[in-house]
């Protein structure tokens, strides 16, 4: 598969994971009945195994490993955050408030994978 396609791919699903992420997180916060049909619970990890699977084919196309290249380093242990927020976000957090900060923190977190992504650095908000 070309690196065209598999970064695509990549960047088409993690674009529908964050989307899937904020309107669950959206309906958890208010207590929604929608978080109980399948498609909900099902989606994700559908979205999801494809996102990993492409980074899989994109690190190998490149030729750049997780804990071997600082910039994928940083994406991984970020993604490792991302998902224990997420958790806590949708699932874990034992009150509103808590749910409520573990959600904006798990966007916060995605959002600085995109940024170390896109500049190939572990701290992307230094030049």
Known sequence: MSYQLLKHIHITCAGISITLFFLRGALSLNGSSIMQQ???????HIVDTLLLASALGLAYTIQQYPLVDGWLTAKFFALLLYIGLGS?????????NIRLAAWLAAMAVFAYIVLVAIRHNPFPFYQ
């Open 38 to 44: 399948s498609w909900v619970k099902i989606a994700p």
């Open 88 to 96: 806590v976000a949708l699932k874990h957090g034992k009150t509103r």
